[in-house]
């Protein structure tokens, strides 16, 4: 069955660095554009990046840009998103999420999600 | 940039009501519209994809209709486990742009 597992969310201070992964299995991942979606604590969806399955386009929230760099390794099985600069704003359980088709932006499958706290 | 909006963005209802939720966006965006259920502390759940269609091993008592800007989710006979907050979502493909609603929360009354 297929699974995303997210991992590497924790705290850190303004302006500070995190790399998050998702560890993905149960399916061909090389053949699926990913996204990494956030929700900040009491608060809506929002859709932060995304990565074509080939890695060759990677589109950004007008809120992360410049900041945050989406990335994969598809002979890991495995979804990254480096984060620079948090502010915090950025403060949010972050979900990895998985396309239902190569050329469809609807998430069929989400990891459990990781916490990232910016604080100081 | 499209704008989502959905109404109400609380409700009670018992057990067996019909429940009926709106999601209007600010511009046609065709049937390029889904629902997701979040419960509390979870991930959220595709229930619906491409405004109608029923996304597979989600119960019938779920169904979604409407294109262009105006689209409604309705639980035929709501069941405990439904409680939950519900989202739209529209999305465009290229390039992929996605914008959820705000959601609404539904409780058992």
């Known amino acids: 069955q297929v699974q995303l597992v997210e991992s590497g969310g924790g705290v850190v201070q303004p302006g500070g660095s995190l790399r998050l992964s998702c560890a993905a299995s149960?399916?061909?991942?090389?053949?699926?554009?990913m996204h990494w979606v956030r929700q900040a604590p009491g608060k809506g969806l929002e859709w932060v990046a995304f990565?074509?399955?080939?890695?060759?386009?990677?589109y950004y929230a007008d809120s992360v840009k410049g900041r945050f760099t989406i990335s994969r390794d598809n002979s890991k099985n495995t979804l990254y998103l480096q984060m620079n600069s948090l502010r915090a704003e950025d403060t949010a359980v972050y979900y990895c999420?998985?396309?239902?088709?190569?050329?469809?932006?609807?998430?069929?499958?989400w990891g459990q999600g990781t916490l990232v706290t910016v604080s100081s | 940039d499209i704008q989502m909006t959905q109404s109400p963005s609380s409700l009670s209802a018992s057990v067996g009501d019909r429940v009926t939720i709106t999601c209007q966006a600010s511009?046609?965006?065709?049937?390029?519209l889904n629902w997701y259920q979040q419960k509390p502390g979870k991930a959220p759940k595709l229930l619906i994809y491409?405004?109608?269609n029923l996304e597979t091993g989600v119960p019938s008592r779920f169904s979604g209709s409407g294109s262009g800007t105006d689209f409604t989710f309705t639980i035929s006979s709501l069941q405990p486990e439904d409680i939950a907050t519900y989202y739209c979502?529209?999305?465009?493909?290229?390039?992929?742009?996605?914008?959820f609603g705000p959601g609404t929360k539904v409780d058992i009354k």
């Open positions: 999420a998985k396309d239902i088709a190569a050329a469809d932006t609807i998430f069929d499958y």
């Open positions: 149960g399916f061909t991942f090389s053949s699926y554009g």
């Open positions: 990565i074509r399955y080939d890695g060759s386009n990677k």
């Open positions: 511009q046609d965006i065709s049937n390029y």
């Open positions: 491409d405004a109608s």
């Open positions: 979502q529209q999305y465009d493909n290229l390039p992929p742009l996605v914008t």
